[in-house]
Each structure stands twice: as C-alpha cells, then as structure tokens.
Nanobody, 125 residues
Framework: QVQLVESGGGLVQAGGSLRLSCAVS????????VGWFRQAPGKEREFVGR????????SYADSVKGRFTISKDIPKNTVYLQMDSLKPEDTAVYYC??????????????????WGQGTQVTVSS
C-alpha cells in the first residue's frame, strides 16, 4: 500500500510559477515511479511527466517540456512539480500517481496503481 498526499495548488497569473508537492508513504522500491497528470473540465486526464523513484530519470509531455520540472527529495520521500511560465491552458486539477514498474507505459493512467487526491491549479490571463 502506498499513500500520496498533494499540496501546493492555487491561483496564479499567466507567466507565473507554482510548485506542487507529492508526499509519498508506504513500501517503495527502486523500480517504482511517480507520474503527474492533469485534468481540465470536460477533458480526459492528461500525462504531464514522470520521475523514477531513484530520481535519476524524468520524462515530460511536449506541452510542458522546458516549462515544468519534476524532482525528488530523497530524505523526505517527496516529489515536486515545479511549474514555470504558466499559461491559462495549464488550468486543471493536478494529480500525482504511483507506478510499481517503470517499464509500464508512462502516459497511460490505468498503469498507475495509487493516486493523490488532486490539487487545483488555476492560471488567469
């Protein structure tokens, strides 16, 4: 069993920055990974990026590449999503999620076994 608790959402103007946190507890292994997804009203859940539990490998969706950065604080077992140069189209509920095996398809939400509660990010124009 793994638990994920998110924090850090809010309202920001276009061009601004926010940092989301995802605190992870439970049994973890080096083969695991944490992904970030987002879901806007009326849209499907969208892959944002992923980091391996070792913190060594990150991957990003093209829509956020160069603006968002995923990192991991090893002692705190916390994963961060740093979002810079935010745009109104980044507005969504953001979720972190747990994947037990890094070789699973990272963009497929059904491959993630545990999810955080979600946090709202709103970017005003």
């Amino acid at each position: 069993q793994v638990q994920l608790v998110e924090s850090g959402g809010g309202l920001v103007q276009a061009g601004g920055s926010l940092r989301l946190s995802c605190a992870v507890s439970g049994r973890t292994f080096s083969t695991n990974a944490v992904g970030w997804f987002r879901q806007a009203p009326g849209k499907e859940r969208e892959f944002v990026g992923r980091i391996t539990w070792t913190g060594l490998v990150t991957s990003y969706a093209d829509s956020v590449k160069g603006r968002f950065t995923i990192s991991k604080d090893i002692p705190k077992n916390t994963v961060y999503l740093q979002m810079d140069s935010l745009k109104p189209e980044d507005t969504a509920v953001y979720y972190c999620a747990w994947m037990s095996q890094i070789y699973y398809t990272m963009t497929d939400p059904s491959k993630y076994e545990y999810w955080g509660q979600g946090t709202q990010v709103t970017v005003s124009s």
